[in-house]
């Protein structure tokens, strides 16, 4: 079978795990002028049993881009029919661990709460199981922690969920272990970038060096020249090393001609890799990708239109707007009333450079198949426990990580855990650096600090090293030092801002 038979089949494969319903892709790579291709899928259920769903895809091929957005769309439909299927638990998380012991339920306080946040372990929730990775046990999670849409939840109540459902740690992938080895990136990459880009960017510019001589894959390289021929100046940055793996993200501007729409400026591509070339390349092409949707996905109807035929817009249309984050949609409506210059001069903290690191001195080890880079990440954390919700079906497969320690979702959220809160007071010293005062030690100074959530061994080994076993996080500050960034932390769902904007109604929550 050639490549290209292979990746159709796969496309297929994805396409077939779907359920009934309405799906089509559109090809979008003539939105701008990168040269990616862009593909964007979505999946509609006439019957309403199913909610509305769109993922988009790139690659240096259509064909890869396709297959991408139809492990996005399985991914997310995948997960959510898996849903379905789990025997729900309720009960407290102390009358758990009785019956289960330490092993069988995960202990809430892990999972990164929102500072400030109410916790009970002897209140009652809900439970769904998950499995544990490395030897197959069954083990239960809170309900919101298992999914990646608050919809996937009907039974439960919102107002007992501890923190927001988020889609960190999915992945899918024709095999386990692909599907597996996605969403523990993913983690990795969410986990350096919750303290360490956006309003917190640090400002470390990685130098692929003269005509990119320091970047060994020729299609990256040829990607970069290719950006500068047409006149988009990128910038690629380091969030992190740790776990000795590189995360980064790829940020830009157009310095020559324009950009597709104005919100194309606010692009960003993200990764977190062993190899430091495949995680450069994934997050250069996201970038590029990213600036197609964003346009495609915010910007005023009459502009979109033409890039999809009527049967998308009819698919489209017909479904209700769901339920939106109120920050996001509003600061997102105001964003897209923003002309270029005026983009461009907001998001000067993100494109800022205070440091230059060559990027081949990021450490990098070759990692092959899945199943070897999946050995590769549960190796690198070995100290980690690693959940997931799985949910495999002929050639596709879809699963929700859970990792109990690694961090998320600071700046929009405020969940943060130790490991966090050592990040941040190591660049509290500095009062020019943004996370200057967001976290302390002791008793919250203000009612804008509130106290982080640890289970007490993570207290105790905060106060050996830092001398006090309380932390804070100074939420009114975080909400100050994002301001008018939030949509680069959390966005509305597509055509949401120009729908609501051509006369729908929406919810705001």
């Known amino acids: 079978m050639s490549v290209l038979d292979a990746l159709d089949a796969t496309a297929r494969d994805y396409t077939a795990a779907l359920p009934p319903g309405e799906t089509d892709e559109i090809e979008l790579r003539e939105a701008d002028r990168t040269g990616v291709h862009v593909v964007a899928a979505d999946f509609a259920d006439p019957t309403g049993e199913w909610p509305r769903s769109g993922s988009f895809g790139y690659g240096l091929s259509v064909e890869r881009a396709r297959v991408a957005a139809r492990a996005e769309l399985a991914e997310e439909m995948l997960l959510s029919r898996h849903l379905r299927t789990l025997t729900r638990t309720r009960d407290s998380w102390t009358a758990l661990r009785a019956r289960y012991g330490d092993d069988g339920v995960v202990d809430p306080l892990r999972l990164t709460l929102p500072a400030g946040g109410t916790y009970d372990p002897d209140a009652e929730r809900w439970w769904l199981p998950a499995t544990r990775v490395r030897t197959g046990e069954t083990v239960l999670v809170p309900a919101e922690f298992a999914a990646a849409y608050p919809v996937d939840l009907p039974w439960q109540d919102p107002a007992e969920r501890l923190t927001t459902v988020i889609t960190n740690g999915c992945g899918a992938g024709d095999t386990v272990e692909r599907a597996l080895a996605h969403a523990l990136g993913e983690l990795l990459q969410r986990d350096g970038n919750s303290t360490a880009f956006r309003a917190l960017d ?279 030092v994002v301001g008018d960034l939030y949509p680069l932390y959390r966005e509305p769902t597509r055509h949401a801002v120009a729908r609501v904007a051509a006369g729908e109604e929406v919810e705001l929550r």
């Not at 040829?222 to 776990?243: D, E, M, N, Q, Y």
């Not at 910007?299 to 998308?312: E, G, K």
């Not at 939106?324 to 964003?335: G, L, N, P, S, V």
């Not at 440091?355 to 590769?376: C, K, Y």
């Open 202 to 480: 640090r400002g470390i510019v990685l130098d692929t060096g003269p005509d990119d001589g320091f970047v060994a894959d020729p299609d990256t390289r040829a990607l970069l020249a290719h950006l500068r021929s047409v006149g988009i100046r990128v910038v690629p940055k380091l969030a992190t090393t740790a776990f000795g793996v590189t995360d980064l993200h790829v940020v830009g501007h157009d310095v020559a001609g324009d950009p597709p729409h104005p919100i194309a400026l606010t692009a960003c591509g993200e990764a977190a890799h062993p190899d430091r070339e495949v995680a450069l390349q994934k997050a250069l092409l996201e970038f590029c990708s990213a600036r197609v949707r964003k346009t495609f996905a915010h910007a005023a109807l009459d502009t979109v239109r033409p890039l999809a035929p009527t049967s998308y817009w009819d698919r489209e249309l017909a479904q209700p707007l769901p339920a939106q984050e109120a920050r996001a949609f509003t600061t997102m409506q105001d964003w897209t009333a923003r002309g270029a210059d005026e983009l461009r001069g907001l998001l000067e903290p993100v494109l800022a450079e205070h440091t230059r690191m060559r990027f081949d001195e990021l450490p990098t080890t070759a990692v092959g198949e899945p199943v070897a880079l999946l050995d590769d990440l549960m190796g690198r954390l070995r100290e980690f426990d690693v959940l997931a919700v799985l949910a495999d079906r002929d050639g596709a497969c879809a699963v929700k990580v859970i990792v109990p320690g690694l961090e998320v979702e600071t700046m929009s959220y405020g969940r943060i855990g130790r490991r966090g809160v050592d990040r941040l007071l190591d660049r509290a010293a500095d009062p020019h650096d943004p996370a200057f005062g967001l976290v302390g030690l002791g008793a919250p100074p203000s009612p804008g600090a509130r106290p982080v959530l640890l289970p007490d061994d993570e207290a105790a080994r905060l106060g050996d090293e830092r001398g006090d076993d309380r932390a804070w996080l100074d939420r009114d500050r975080v909400d100050r």
